[in-house]
């Protein structure tokens, strides 16, 4: 795959762990009321799929750190790197955010 490619995956990487974690906790609260009639989602579900959002953005985060978009350019890399780092920093606490009152209603 060609390096412009990947970089542009790496950067648009956290946000788009943030949406896909957003839109799963959205599917399975309308899922739950759907079929059961009840607010409460499974906390498990809910820690499950929290980990695994912050799973993968740890997971973008250390490959982004073996990967330079233009080795040429010391600057350019530093720049994407910090990019990277502060995407998923703001990613990381939105999905703590839109997790927490999930796990804090009672089952």
């Known amino acids: 795959m060609p390096a412009k490619i990947l970089a542009f995956a790496g950067l648009l990487a956290p946000p788009v762990i943030w949406a896909a974690h957003w839109g799963l906790l959205y599917w399975a609260v309308s ?3 759907t079929l059961s009639r009840t607010v409460p989602v499974s906390g498990a ?3 499950a799929l929290t980990a695994a959002a912050l799973l993968a953005l740890a997971l973008v985060v250390w490959r982004a750190r073996a990967f330079s978009p ?5 600057g350019l890399r530093t720049f994407w790197l910090q990019f990277i780092h502060v995407g998923a920093l703001i990613a990381g606490a939105g ?3 839109s997790a927490l009152p999930l796990m804090m209603v009672p089952a």
């Open 95 to 97: 999905i703590v955010y």
């Open 45 to 47: 579900l809910v820690f």
């Open 31 to 33: 899922l739950e009321l």
């Open 70 to 74: 233009n080795g040429q350019e010391p």
